[in-house]
C-alpha cells in the first residue's frame, strides 16, 4: 500500500470509521454509522487500540473435548483418599452427559512442584510444568454449557449456539493485522476440527473479512494460494490484463470506491501467494530450534503439533493478529477420555506437551513472548469421579486454563475448586472474564468493542466480564 | 404516515435535508456549531434515533434498568412533575427542561449521559433536542407501527417520490443507463444470470417502445426467477439442510421448502397467503396442493419452522427447547414483522414498545407446536390409498352380507354374551401446562396399593384414541376399530381393543401421538405390537433422540403380538412430554449424517393397546374394574354393525366367538386381500419433510431474566404483539392459533407486513432498502429515506392482491431503476452515498449469482429445477465431525447454487468468502465485504479453472469465429454487451504474446485449450464481470 493510499484510508476509509467507534466519538452520528457500508479497501489494516497494549498477538492453544483438571494443573489429595466411594454420599452431583457416575477417582498421575513459583503440575506435562514460571494458571474456570458444541462456540465466540464471530474475528475486526500480505487470523488445523465445525472460527455477523483462513497440515496449506498457472510470469500477463480492462472501466463509470477496492485487493491476493509459502517454509529454521518444539520427536503426532507450533511462532512473527492451533488426530481422539483416561490423556499429553513447551522457549529467546499471549484452553473440564470404570465425563463447573506471555504475571495460580476439583469455589472465572482479559492485553475495553447486529450493539463478552486483574504483570 | 396535504413538501425538504447533513456533517468536526436545523423537528425522523441511541437504555421502556424513575419514550411520564421538583421536559420551553438543563450541565457529575457511558450529545442534537422541546415536544408512535397512508390526489409512481425528493435537494437525476446495461441489471435483478446472447440481441433489435417492459416480462415469467427469489428467501430463515452441532444430522426433506419457495415466487403466490402458510400450512382447511404430483402444498412451508440448528444430546432439554423457541421467535418477527422480539426474552424491549410478555404469548404458541415427520402423499398415492378403501369396505360389506346370508329368514340368533369386560374406568389425561397436575392429585393411581402409584396416558382398548392426536393416513381422524385376521386367507378371527395404523394395510404412514403431560413418574409402558415403526418419548419437543441419554426413550417395535416396550423417564422427571408412536423407524445404520432420517417400508406398521406411566411396577391392567358385562349380543345385529365400523367391543367379541365355533362360516377372502395388497403395492415409496403439527394449547409464564428456572406468576395467553393489536386481545384458545398469528399478521390493518416486504423487494432491485435495516423496523433500524414511496409501495402491494411479481415489475419498469450508474457531480459531492437515488447504485454480485453467472458463461450450467441437493463438495480444508462419507463434483453437477446442498457444518468456503450468510438468524441484507479470499478463489480455485476450461473448449471449436470474432462472443457471453475496439486489440496482444511465449503455431493457436482458458480466465476475473452496473 502507497503512502499516498493510506493517507487517503485515514481520511474517508473504513479505517477511520471503525477508530472512532472504537475511540467511542461518533462524530458522524449514529446514521453515518449505520449507513456507511464497512468494508474499505483493507479492512485488515491495523487500527489504535482503546490504550497502550501489551500483547500485539494472540497463540491460542486449544485443547479439544475438554482436559481433566484434576489430573493436569489442579491436584486433589482427597480423591487418593476416597477413590472408589460414591461421590453422592459426599456432594450434589449435577445431570452429566453420559448419565453414566461411576466412584471417584483418583488421578493416574503425580503431581510435581515446579520452578520458584513450586506450581504443582502432574506427569502429563513434565515439559510445560518445567515452564511453570511462566504460567498464570486459572483454576477456578466454568463454562455454561455441558455439551462439547455448545461449549466450545461459547469458548470461541462467547454464545453457546451458532453464528457468532469468533475471538479471533472480533480481536481483528478492533485492531486489523499487521501484515497486510497475510491474514489476519489463521487457524492452524492439526487435524482436528472441533465439535460445531468451522463456524468456531466464523466472522458471524461481522465481515466475511475477519473469519479465520485455515490452514491445513498438507502440501498446500491454505486454499486458492498455490496459483493455477504454471509459471508466476503468465498469471502476471494475465493480471495485466485484467488491469488494463479494469482501469478502462472506471474510465466509463467514473470513480466507484467499491470497484476500486477489490482491484486493491487483488493485490493483496496476488502477494498473499508469496507470501503463504514463505511463511510455510520451515527449511531456514535450525535443526536446534526444531528439536526444541519436538520435530524429532518418534511419536508422528509429537511432530506435527510441533510444525504447527513452530508456525504459529512465525505466523506472530510476522505481525498475524490471532491464531488458534487445534488438536492433533491422535489415536485417541480429543481430551474426551469418557473411558480409558489414562491412555488417552498420555497420547494427548505426549503429543502437545512438548511442542507447547518449545514454542513458550522459542517465543522467548526471540523476545517474542513479551508481546505475544498465549492461552491454553479447553472447553470445559472433567467429573473427579469415574464416568463407568476409568473414564471422566464432561464437567463445566471446574477447569483449569493456563495464560502465558505478554502481560501475565508468571508463577501464577488463580481460583480455586472444592476439595474434589469438581466445583469452582474461590475467583470464579467465566469465559466472559478470559475475554475480557484477553481483550484488555490487546489494548481493547471489551465494553467498546461493539458491533451492531439485530438493532443491538453486540459485544463479545455480551453484558459481561471482568478483567482478570490478578493474572496481570 | 398521516400528514395533512399543505405539510407534505414541507416535509419531504426537511427529509431531504436531513438526509444531506450525512454529506455535510462527514466534512465538518464534532462539536462544531450546528447548521441547518429543520424548521419542524420530527420526533420519529430527528429525536426518536438521539434519544433511542442515548437515553433509552435508562429511560426507555425496560423497567428493569430505568434510572431514577424517569422515562422519556413516554410524553406523559416526560413532562410529569418530578418528585423532585421540575419536568424532565416542559413542552413549549427547552429553557425549563430539566433534560436541557442536564444534557448541558457544566459539571460532569451532572451531564447526561453520564460520563461512564461512551455516548456524548453532539451540539447538533442538543439543538435538535431543544428546538422540538420549544416547538412543543410533539410525541408520535414510532413511525412504522403508524398505518400506511398517502395524502389523497398525490400522483403516484415510484419516479414521483424518488424525483420529488431529488428537486427539493437540487439534484438531478443520471440519463437512463444504455440498453446493454439495463439488460444485464434485469437479469441478475430477476432472475441471477446473466442475459443469454439471444436473449440481449432480440432486446437490442427491438427499437420498440415497450421492448423494455417486454423484456422485464419476459423475465419475471422465466423459472429462473423463482430460484432467484427463493434464495433471497432462504436467507430470511436460516435455510440449511442439516441440524449442524456435533453430528450435523440432515433433516428430513428440508430440500422440499426450497422447491416450495421456488414454486411460490415463480406462480406468484400472493404474499399474504405465502405468510399464512408459513405460519399455519398444516392447519388450513383448504389447502393447496402440488400442481403435478398433488400432495399438500401448504404443510411444505411451516417446515421452515423446524430448519433452526439442532443440538445433539442436550443434558438440559429445557434449555434447549428455550433456545430452540428463541431462534423461531426470533426468525419469524424479523421476517415478517421486522422486528427484533428476541430482544425481550429477558427484559421489555430497550427501545421498541415490545413488553416481555409478547415474547412469551409467542413462546406459548410455538412450545405448543410440535415438529413432526409429515409423510407427502401425491394424487397418484392418493387415489391408491381411496381404492384400498374402498377395496376394505366391500370386504367388510361382501363378509358380512355372507355371514348374514345363513340367517337370512331366520329367527335372529340370539348368544349369550362372552365376558367381554376388558377395560377399567378410563382416565383421561389432561393436557400439559406449566400448573399441571401430577398423577397423584388426578386421583388416577390404583387404590388398591399406594406403593405402586401409576396413570394411564392412554388407553386404546375399545379403539379410540383417547384424546391422542393422529397424523397422516394411518390413523384417519376417526379410528378404525378392528382388523380382520386371516389364516392361509380365510378369515381366523376379528382384532380390536388397539389402535392400529394397518386398518387400510401396512406400510401406511403416519403417527399417534399422545396430548402432552408431565413426566411424573419413573417408567412408562407402550403394550404394542408392529414391524419397523417407532415409539418414542418426546421430551420438551425435543427430537434428536440418541445416546448416550436419550436412548432409553426410543424404541423400535418389532413384536406381531402385543409386547410391553418400556421407558425409563426418571431422568427427565419435572420435564413436559408427549409420547408418539409413529409408522416407520430411523437409518440407523446409515452415515452418522442420516439417523434422524425416516426409513419406512411397505410392510411397517404399529399397534398399540395402551400406554401407562408407573413408578415402580406396572399396574396389572387384567386386575383392573371390568366394564359391565353385556347381557345379550344379537349377532346380526353385531355383524351391521362391524361392517359400519361401529362394533362395540362386546359385539367384536360375539363375532369372534360365532367364528370360532362355527356359527359364521370362515369366509375365504384370499382374492379379495390380494386385490388389496396389489393397491398397497402400488403406493411405492412415500416423501417425508419436517414439518408441524398441533398439540396441545401450551400457555408460558414469563421467564424471568430469560431463565426458566424462574417463572413469573401467570401463563401468558396466547395473542398478538401488543402494539400492533391494540387490545392484546388473547387468541381464541382453539388448537389453530398458528392460524390466527398468521391473520393478524396479514391482517390489512397491521402496518408493518407489506411495508417490510416491499421493502425487502426493493432492497433486492436497488442494493438498499428504503429502509436500510430490512430486519429491523425498530427504533434501532434505520429511518426510511423515501417514507411516503414506501407507503405507496405497502398500499399498492395490498391492493394488487400481495402480487410480488407486480410490486417488482413496477419497480424495474421505473425510470429510477433504469438510470445508468453515473452520478452528476453535484450528486457526487451532496449524496454520496446515494441515498436519494439520483443514480443506480453499482453493486458486487452475491455469491450465488457469481458462480451460477459462471456456469451459465461457461455453458455447463444445468438447468434441471427441483430435487434433492447437489451434495457439497468438500475439501481438504473441510473437516470435523459429521463430514459426509463422499464429496460431491466440484461444478455442483452444473446446477443452480440454490439446488446445492446447505450443510451447516460444511458450508461451501466460496459461498462464505462472499458473503452467504451463516444460517442462523434471519439475514435481510447480506454484507458485503472486499476480502483476498475472494480474489484468490477467483484467481486459483479449482473450480473457477474448471469452468474457464469448459468454456474455452466451446469457444476453441468455433471454427467459424476468427480470434476478434471469437473476443466479441466472450464479452456478449459474460459481459452483456459488445467488445470495444481496445477490449479487442487487448485480447489480441494477449493471446498473441502467449501464443508467442509457448511458441505455438498460430494457426494451432486457435484451437489451443490452455491459450483460451487463460484469456477466459481473465473476463471471469474482470470486476465488470463480477460487478452490476
Known sequence: MTRREMLSLCRNGFGSIALMGLMGTTPFGRVLRQLSSPPGPTPLLPRVPHQVPKARSVIFLYMDGGVSQVDSFDPKPRLAKEHGQDPHDKFKVDATQFDDVGTIMQSPWQFRHYGESGIEVSDLFPHVGACADDLAIIRSMVADFPEHTNANYFLHTGVGIQGRPSMGAWVTYGLGSENQNLPGYVVLDGGLIPSGGLDNFNSGFLPASYQASIFGTGDRPLANVEPLEDSSDIQRRKIALMKQADQRLLGRVGHVEEVESTIANYELAFRMQASVPELTDLTRETEATKRLYGMDSSDPHTRGYATQCLLARRLVERGVRFVELTCPRVETPRWDQHANLKEGHERNAHAVDQPIAGLLKDLKARGLFEETLVIWAGEFGRTPFAQGIDGRDHNPSAFSIWLAGAGIRGGTIYGATDEYGYRAVENITTIHDLHATMLHLLGIEHDRLTYRFSGRDIRLTDVKGNIIESVLD | ?1029
Open chain 2, 1 to 1029: 404516515m398521516q400528514l395533512p396535504a399543505p405539510h407534505v413538501l414541507c416535509r419531504i425538504a426537511l427529509l431531504g435535508a436531513w438526509v444531506l447533513l450525512l454529506g455535510l456533517f462527514s466534512a465538518c468536526a464534532p462539536g462544531d456549531a450546528p447548521v441547518d436545523l429543520p424548521e419542524r423537528v420530527d420526533y420519529n425522523f430527528h429525536i426518536r434515533p438521539v434519544l433511542s441511541n442515548s437515553c433509552f437504555v435508562c429511560h426507555g421502556p425496560d423497567s428493569s434498568t430505568r434510572e431514577a424513575y424517569l422515562r422519556l419514550d413516554l410524553r406523559k411520564a416526560a413532562t410529569a412533575r418530578r418528585e423532585g421538583g421540575g419536568r424532565a421536559i416542559v413542552p413549549g420551553s427547552a429553557r425549563r427542561s430539566k433534560v436541557i438543563q442536564r444534557i448541558k450541565a457544566e459539571d460532569a457529575d451532572k451531564r447526561m449521559p453520564p460520563a461512564e457511558t461512551t455516548h456524548r450529545l453532539s451540539a447538533r442534537e442538543i439543538a435538535l433536542i431543544s428546538r422540538w422541546i420549544d416547538q412543543g415536544a410533539e410525541y408520535k408512535p414510532p413511525w412504522a407501527l403508524i398505518r400506511p397512508a398517502l395524502p389523497s390526489g398525490s400522483p403516484r409512481s415510484v419516479d414521483h417520490f424518488i424525483d420529488t425528493q431529488l428537486d427539493a435537494n437540487g439534484l438531478a437525476s443520471a440519463p437512463l443507463a444504455n440498453k446493454e446495461s439495463l439488460a444485464r441489471r434485469a437479469s441478475f435483478v430477476l432472475t441471477g444470470l446473466p442475459p443469454s446472447p439471444a436473449l440481449l440481441q432480440v432486446f437490442i433489435e427491438d427499437t420498440t417502445a415497450a421492448a423494455y417492459e417486454r423484456l422485464v416480462d419476459h423475465l419475471l415469467d422465466s423459472p429462473r426467477f423463482g430460484e432467484r427469489w427463493a434464495r433471497h428467501w432462504m436467507d430470511l430463515v436460516r435455510y440449511a439442510e442439516s441440524k449442524g452441532h456435533e453430528f450435523d444430522f440432515t433433516i428430513e426433506g428440508a430440500w422440499r421448502y426450497r422447491d416450495y419457495l421456488i414454486r411460490a415466487f415463480n406462480t406468484d403466490l400472493p404474499y399474504d397467503k405465502l405468510v399464512t402458510e408459513h405460519l399455519a400450512g398444516d392447519l388450513l382447511e383448504s389447502p393447496r396442493f402440488h400442481p403435478v404430483e398433488g400432495y399438500n402444498e401448504s404443510v411444505i412451508a411451516t417446515s421452515y419452522l423446524t430448519l433452526g440448528e439442532g443440538k445433539h444430546s442436550p443434558v438440559d432439554t429445557r434449555l434447549d427447547e428455550a433456545d430452540r423457541i428463541d431462534n423461531i421467535i426470533d426468525v419469524t418477527s424479523k421476517t415478517f414483522q421486522g422486528l427484533t422480539l428476541a430482544c425481550a426474552r429477558c427484559h421489555d424491549h430497550k427501545f421498541d414498545p415490545i413488553p416481555t410478555s409478547d415474547y412469551y404469548a409467542f413462546y406459548g404458541i410455538f412450545e405448543s407446536t410440535r415438529f413432526a415427520y409429515t409423510p407427502l402423499l401425491s394424487s397418484r398415492q392418493q387415489a391408491w390409498l381411496d381404492s384400498i378403501q374402498s377395496a376394505q369396505r366391500s370386504l367388510r360389506s361382501s363378509v358380512a352380507a355372507a355371514w348374514n346370508q345363513p340367517l337370512g329368514g331366520q329367527e335372529p340368533y340370539h348368544r349369550a354374551a362372552v365376558r367381554t369386560g376388558l377395560h377399567p374406568d378410563k382416565v383421561s389425561v389432561v393436557p400439559a401446562s406449566h400448573s399441571m397436575p401430577s398423577a397423584t392429585q388426578m386421583g388416577a393411581v390404583s387404590r388398591q396399593d399406594s406403593t405402586h402409584r401409576w396413570r394411564m396416558i392412554g388407553d386404546f382398548r375399545d379403539g379410540d384414541y383417547d384424546g391422542w392426536f393422529p397424523h397422516g393416513p394411518a390413523f384417519e381422524s376417526t379410528p378404525q376399530r378392528s382388523l380382520l385376521i386371516t389364516k392361509r386367507g380365510q378369515i381366523d378371527s376379528l382384532a380390536y381393543g388397539m389402535v392400529s395404523s394397518r386398518h387400510l394395510s401396512p406400510g401406511i404412514p403416519g403417527a399417534l401421538r399422545s396430548p402432552t403431560f408431565t413426566l411424573d413418574m419413573d417408567s412408562i409402558h407402550v403394550v404394542a405390537a408392529g414391524h419397523g415403526s417407532v415409539i418414542r418419548i418426546i421430551v420438551d419437543n425435543f427430537q434428536l433422540i440418541n445416546p448416550p441419554i436419550f436412548n432409553g426413550i426410543q424404541a423400535k417395535v418389532e413384536s406381531a403380538a402385543p409386547s410391553t416396550y418400556r421407558f425409563g423417564v426418571k431422568l427427565w422427571k419435572g420435564r413436559k412430554a408427549y409420547i408418539e408412536l409413529m409408522v416407520g423407524s430411523f437409518k440407523l445404520q446409515q452415515h452418522i449424517t442420516d439417523i434422524h432420517r425416516i426409513l419406512r417400508s411397505d410392510s411397517s406398521y404399529v399397534e398399540a393397546v395402551y400406554a401407562v406411566a408407573f413408578d415402580r411396577t406396572a399396574p396389572d391392567l387384567s386386575k383392573l374394574p371390568r366394564a359391565p358385562d353385556a347381557t345379550a349380543i344379537n349377532v346380526g345385529q353385531a355383524v351391521d354393525a362391524w361392517a359400519a365400523d361401529q362394533a362395540t367391543v362386546s359385539q367384536m367379541a360375539a363375532i369372534n366367538r360365532a367364528v370360532h365355533s362355527g356359527v359364521l362360516p370362515r369366509l375365504d377372502i384370499g382374492s379379495l386381500l390380494d386385490l388389496i395388497e396389489g393397491h398397497r403395492s402400488q403406493i411405492g415409496d412415500v416423501h417425508y419433510i419436517m414439518a408441524v403439527t398441533e398439540g396441545n394449547a401450551i400457555e408460558s409464564p414469563v421467564f424471568v431474566r430469560g431463565n426458566y428456572q424462574t417463572l413469573g406468576d401467570q401463563p401468558v395467553p396466547h395473542r398478538f404483539l401488543s402494539a400492533i393489536s391494540d387490545d392484546a386481545k388473547p387468541f381464541s384458545g382453539l388448537a389453530n392459533e398458528r392460524l390466527e398469528m398468521a391473520r393478524a399478521i396479514v391482517d390489512p390493518s397491521n402496518p408493518l407486513t407489506a411495508r417490510v416486504m416491499v421493502n425487502r423487494l426493493w432492497h433486492h432491485a436497488f442494493g438498499r432498502g428504503i429502509v436500510q435495516s430490512t430486519d429491523n423496523f425498530g427504533a434501532q433500524g434505520s429511518l426510511p429515506t423515501h417514507p411516503q414511496l414506501l407507503d405507496y409501495l405497502a398500499l399498492r402491494f395490498v391492493e394488487q392482491g400481495w402480487s410480488i411479481k407486480a410490486i417488482l415489475r413496477e419497480m424495474l419498469l421505473s425510470n429510477t431503476f433504469q438510470r445508468s450508474t453515473q452520478p452528476t457531480p453535484e450528486a457526487h459531492i451532496h449524496d454520496p452515498q446515494n441515498l436519494l437515488l439520483s443514480h443506480y447504485p453499482v453493486r458486487r454480485l452475491d455469491a450465488e449469482a457469481i458462480r451460477d453467472a459462471i456456469l451459465a458463461v461457461s455453458g455447463r450450467l444445468d438447468t434441471t429445477m427441483y430435487g434433492e441437493p447437489v451434495p457439497t463438495h468438500l475439501t481438504e480444508f473441510m473437516n470435523g465431525p459429521g463430514r459426509p462419507e463422499e464429496s460431491g463434483p466440484l461444478d455442483g453437477g452444473g446446477r443452480r447454487t440454490v439446488y446445492q446442498e446447505v450443510r451447516r457444518n460444511f458450508l461451501s468456503p466460496m459461498m462464505l468468502a462472499f458473503d452467504r450468510p451463516i444460517p442462523f438468524s434471519t439475514f435481510g441484507t447480506r454484507n458485503t465485504t472486499n476480502v483476498p479470499a475472494q480474489s484468490l478463489t477467483m484467481l486459483n480455485d479449482p473450480f473457477v479453472a474448471q469452468q474457464t476450461k469448459v468454456w474455452a473448449q466451446k469457444i476453441m471449436i468455433m471454427h467459424d469465429l476468427d480470434i476478434a470474432g471469437r473476443i466479441q462472443y466472450i464479452y456478449l457471453t459474460a459481459l452483456s454487451r459488445s467488445a470495444s475496439p481496445e477490449d479487442i486489440a487487448d485480447g489480441l496482444a494477449f493471446l498473441e504474446a502467449e501464443t508467442q511465449r509457448r511458441k505455438l503455431d498460430p494457426a494451432a493457436a486457435l484451437n489451443d485449450i490452455k491459450l483460451w482458458a487463460a484469456y477466459c480466465h481473465v473476463i471471469f476475473n474482470l470486476k465488470e464481470f463480477l460487478y452490476l452496473f
